[in-house]
Nanobody, 118 residues
């Protein structure tokens, strides 16, 4: 199982970016999917999560600016980021609990860098 993230880049403050993450492999089902971020010199923090039934949880610091989407048919999750601020600069990583015929495990996608300039 692999999680492949994409969509990071450089954007000016107030701009938007959409991150995507797709899971591939011998997948039976996927549990909650998450986006985390780690800013320079800081600990990794949870940004948003979405269950397989579409229930969203978004942290207060980005609520109203970020939205998380999921496509179960494509085993993918996206993070729409609007009204970006310089403090949103971080490496963003997707995470999911994936069920295979062998059991389940937690997988991480490679990080994608988001840089917001002031």
């Amino acid at each position: 199982v692999q999680l492949q993230a994409s969509g990071g880049g450089l954007v000016q403050a107030g701009g938007s970016l959409r991150l995507s993450c797709a899971a591939s492999g011998n997948i039976v089902s996927i549990g909650t999917m998450y986006w985390y971020r780690q800013a320079p010199g800081k600990q990794r923090e949870l940004v948003a999560g979405i269950t397989s039934s579409g229930i969203r949880n978004i942290v207060d610091s980005v609520k109203g600016r970020f939205t998380i989407f999921r496509d179960n048919a494509k085993n993918s999750v996206a993070l729409q980021m609007d009204s970006l601020k310089p403090e949103d600069t971080a490496v963003y990583s997707c995470n999911a609990v994936v069920f295979t015929r062998s059991g389940f495990n937690t997988y991480w996608g490679q990080g994608t860098l988001v840089t917001v300039s002031s």
